[in-house]
């Protein structure tokens, strides 16, 4: 069973183990300072060690138990139901990755097993099962006895935690053989353009750390997940083992707001936030690339399935990432066209349609575009961020201030007429 399939198969509201999560206040600090002196004395009188730890073995024990603890606490603080879900497999825990920080070693079993040891109980945990009778599920952990009584002793928030620094932002993924194939993340080698990429999302990652972003979560319904404002890491993927394919930046709580909470909750300082779109952004990439003029102002426009333009634009995209034609309609499309519309009249619709970039459909170039945006959306935030004006990013899209859009509007159409040698397009969309 790959990790992939395992984690489909956990309980609805369980999530995976974080291992960045540190303090970030003296409290919490303290909490977690007290927490390893007490292990450390816990295995002293029970004689678990033969030895002390070497210097090197010392900060890997520390960062582990500083990240069991501070991911069980802020869990609890979150109120999420479900639990934390976290391998104990050797296997897993015995590779070595630019992705994979300290507290993920072979020695974290151990820990756990001294963290929910009777006179600790700092964590509760369950032990996961293999499939062979049901479901399979992975080992689950949540704060014990002894964390919830710390976090009420010291008054803890999730404002105290935070997560390290080090993280890799720049992610390079596998290639896919398929429009509809999962990628993995692999390793590399940095150059200078890596560098060059990592440190831009790092200042990004400042920036919006420091930024005053906030969320009402009073729009919410009863027993729906808390929204922590915190999360703000972005981290950038590249795809096709490549590092000009790909790009886009991913993290960042208000990615994974729906539509309605991101107008009716998201606050940047004391305004509700505004969406400015890119539109048709890869097609008129491509047109830029070919240095070809676009035919009309609405490129998802399609003689014959004007009523079906959602479809069409899901269609398009298909055909510019996947390297061989269409046999079906992508996931999830089906039910935006009618019944007697097929895969192959469609897409030859749209052909017929973009005779100037038709060579480039079933070649994988929106791989290649999909750099360009993530370039042209990096030196965006970049200028916004000198300008002072705080922007989310939502791959081709920004949340920012009412107050700033039309200088924000003005800056993305400038970027991409800068990158690609033709006019963009940027729509604004306010929450009703």
Request: charged letters at 30%; a negative charge.
């Amino acid at each position: 069973m790959t990790d992939t399939e395992e984690q489909t198969e956990q309980k609805l509201h369980d999530r995976p183990f974080n291992p960045w999560r540190i303090p970030a206040t003296d409290k919490a600090k303290v909490v977690i300072e007290e927490a390893i002196r007490l292990l450390q004395n816990y295995e002293q009188h029970f004689n678990l060690r033969k030895r002390k730890r070497r210097p090197a073995d010392q900060v890997v024990f520390e960062r582990t138990v500083s990240a069991i603890l501070c991911d069980a606490i802020h869990h609890h603080l979150t109120g999420d139901q479900g639990d934390i879900f976290i391998s104990r497999s050797n296997q897993v825990l015995g590779r070595k990755s630019r992705y994979r920080p300290d507290a993920l070693n072979k020695k974290l079993p151990d820990i756990l097993d001294t963290m929910i040891a009777p006179e600790m109980v700092y964590i509760a945990l369950e032990v996961g099962h293999k499939g062979y009778f049901g479901t399979a599920r992975r080992t689950t952990i949540k704060a014990g006895w002894r964390a919830l009584k710390r976090i009420k002793e010291h008054d803890l928030s999730i404002d105290d935690f935070g997560l390290a620094n080090d993280q890799e932002v720049i992610i390079l993924r596998s290639t896919k053989d398929d429009y509809w194939d999962e990628s993995q993340d692999i390793e590399y080698v940095d150059t200078p353009d890596t560098f060059r990429y990592r440190q831009q999302v790092q200042d990004i990652n400042e920036w919006l750390d420091s930024a005053d972003i906030n969320f009402d979560e009073a729009i919410l319904a009863e027993g729906e997940r808390f929204i922590d404002s915190t999360d703000r890491r972005l981290r950038r993927i590249f795809t096709q083992e490549r590092f000009d394919s790909g790009g886009r930046l991913f993290g960042g709580f208000w990615q994974r707001l729906r539509k309605k909470d991101r107008f009716g909750g998201l606050m940047i300082g004391d305004e509700f936030g505004v969406e400015l779109d890119y539109g048709q952004m890869t097609p008129r990439i491509i047109y830029g690339m070919l240095e070809a003029e676009p035919p009309s102002e609405d490129l998802y426009s399609i003689p014959g399935y004007s009523t079906h333009r959602a479809g069409i634009k899901q269609v398009m995209n298909a055909m510019l990432f996947s390297r061989k034609p269409l046999a079906r309609m992508p996931k999830g499309v089906r039910q935006s066209f009618a019944r007697d519309h097929h895969i192959t009249d469609v897409c030859n619709a749209i052909g017929a349609a973009h005779p100037s970039i038709s060579s480039k459909f079933y070649t994988g170039i929106g791989h290649d575009t999909q750099f360009i945006e993530s370039e042209i959306m990096i030196d965006t935030l970049l200028q916004l961020k000198k300008m002072n004006i705080v922007a989310l990013p939502i791959h081709d899209a920004l949340i920012v201030p009412p107050s700033s859009q039309d200088q924000v509007k003005e800056v993305m159409l400038s970027t991409f007429k800068h990158h690609t040698g033709i006019d963009g397009l940027v729509t604004i969309e306010k929450g009703e």
